[in-house]
């Protein structure tokens, strides 16, 4: 196991399941990948001290755990600019699609870059076993893949093998927050916070929250009938 992989709790897979890269690159997104992500990414050695990373020291700290196209990421980042947002996604075509909508054609290598917004483009359960102990305010998991088939459930983020390592991260009284519209995934929520010493649950929503930015995979979800449902947990 190398240093910026650290071992996961017994029971989690260590290795990511899922597709990395979708349809073929353009030359413009293979050019987001090469010049423009590695001015936003936070290095494995960077995750020790994140703050210092970003250049806000004192800042809250918020993880976004696979953050899709980025519509999320980007309207909870403009609207918290004194947040040091760690935003995490593997799937390429995510990667440039939120990358796209920082920087102008032609300026990858040049443009302006938010101070606020550091990527992780790794397994984002391998940067919980960097951050610091009691480092982070906020974990947001929206829509994530639910893998809906029993015998993947130990691919799911949310898994009880998982929940010491994010309580480990999280500070006491910082939220959780979990957004589904898989019954499969909703029972699974259900269950594994059932019975466990780390989190309490504050809310749950059949509507979206105020603050909460919306995203592709909700309105999908909503179009498709599907009723979904939002959590915070808090660390105790």
């Not at 990373?53 to 953050?67: I, K």
């Not at 980042?77 to 796209?100: M, Q």
């Not at 290598?109 to 610091?132: F, M, Y």
């Not at 309580?167 to 009284?173: E, S, Y």
Request: proline letters at 10%; charged letters at 25%; aromatic letters at 8%.
């Amino acid at each position: 196991m190398t240093a910026d992989r650290p071992p996961l709790a017994e029971g989690v897979p260590d290795r990511l399941y899922g597709r990395q890269r979708g349809h073929k690159l353009r030359p413009r997104q293979q050019l987001l990948l090469d010049a423009t992500l590695p001015r936003l990414r936070l290095t494995p050695g960077q995750a020790a001290d994140p703050l210092a990373a970003f250049g806000m020291p004192g800042a809250r700290l918020w993880l976004e755990v696979g953050f899709g196209g980025g519509e999320h990421a980007l309207e909870q980042h403009r609207a918290h600019p004194d947040v040091a947002y760690i935003a995490s996604e593997v799937f390429e075509n995510g990667l440039c699609s939120l990358l796209t909508r920082l920087v102008p054609d032609g300026e990858e290598a040049t443009a302006p870059l938010p101070r606020g917004l550091k990527l992780w483009p790794q397994d984002a359960r391998h940067l919980l076993g960097l951050l610091p102990e009691a480092g982070l305010d906020r974990l947001m998991l929206m829509f994530p893949d639910p893998w809906p088939k029993s015998r993947h459930a130990k691919r799911r983020f949310v898994h009880p093998e998982l929940l010491p390592l994010v309580a480990r991260v999280l500070r006491p009284g910082g939220e959780w927050r979990i957004a589904s519209d898989d019954p499969t995934y909703q029972a699974w929520v259900a269950e594994v916070f059932a019975d466990q010493a780390f989190f309490t649950l504050a809310e749950r929503h059949l509507v979206r929250p105020a603050g909460t930015p919306g995203t592709r995979y909700e309105a999908k979800a909503v179009r498709a009938g599907r009723q979904p449902i939002w959590w915070v947990f808090t660390r105790r």
